[in-house]
């Protein structure tokens, strides 16, 4: 079955960077984009940014713009996002996404701690 | 950006009874290619991501329970439980994936009255 397991929790101090992976099994990997959206605590949904594993090629949100960097590694299926910059509002759970467009499946989601 | 706005904020109903949740998009959703809105609704419990229940407007996912259904077109969305189970508990969110940026509506909480 499709699946998309994501790297362990993190905690960073403000101005450091943060690298979340996702790790993609049960279907092509090059076929279906690879979104990330992140839930601050007790809060909604934000859409950070989407990467086509295929080309590489990649959109932001412009609030992101600058701060974020998807990439991929289709070697091993698995699709990166960095986040640098970090402040105490980057605090959140971030979630890989395949994308809705071919029934989405989510990661189980990476709790990022900004904290000094 | 497209703007989705859910109504209620949160709702307390009693077991068996019907469920609505309305989502309106700030403009239209529709996708070309296959002549279907780009929406989806999901479900989250706490702790867990969001699950998926609808998408592209009304087509339930496998596994899904058929209680659940999805409907509208244009701008106007909503997901309904044909009768409320105690499992249904959760936070309820719509997601437009017309365009990006991807944006999802506010979240509607849902509660046993």
């Known amino acids: 079955q499709v699946q998309l397991v994501q790297s362990g929790a993190e905690v960073k101090k403000p101005g450091a960077s943060v690298k979340v992976s996702c790790k993609t099994s049960?279907?092509?990997?090059?076929?279906?984009?690879i979104h990330w959206v992140r839930q601050a605590p007790g809060q909604g949904l934000e859409w950070t940014g989407r990467?086509?594993?295929?080309?590489?090629?990649?959109r932001y949100a412009q609030k992101f713009q600058g701060r974020v960097t998807m990439t991929r590694d289709t070697s091993i299926s698995t699709a990166y996002m960095e986040l640098s910059g970090l402040t105490s509002d980057d605090t959140a759970v971030y979630y890989c996404?395949?994308?809705?467009?071919?029934?989405?499946?989510w990661g189980q989601g990476t709790p990022v701690t900004v904290s000094s | 950006d497209i703007v989705m706005t859910q109504s209620p904020d949160s709702l307390a109903v009693s077991l068996g009874e019907r469920v609505t949740i309305n989502c309106k998009s700030s403009?239209?959703?529709?996708?070309?290619?296959?002549?279907?809105?780009?929406l989806a609704w999901y479900q989250q419990k706490p702790g867990q991501p969001p699950e998926l229940l609808i998408s592209?407007?009304?087509t339930r996912e496998s596994g899904v329970p058929d209680r659940f259904s999805g409907s509208g077109s244009g701008t106007d969305f909503t997901l309904s439980i044909s009768s409320l189970q105690a499992e249904d508990v959760g936070i309820y969110y719509c997601?437009?994936?017309?365009?990006?940026?991807?944006?999802f509506g506010q979240g509607t909480k849902l509660e046993i009255k």
């Open positions: 403009q239209s959703i529709l996708y070309s290619f296959n002549n279907k809105n780009s």
């Open positions: 996404v395949r994308d809705p467009r071919s029934s989405s499946v």
């Open positions: 592209w407007a009304s």
């Open positions: 997601h437009q994936y017309y365009d990006v940026p991807h944006t």
């Open positions: 990467i086509n594993p295929n080309r590489g090629d990649t």
């Open positions: 049960g279907y092509t990997f090059v076929d279906h984009l």
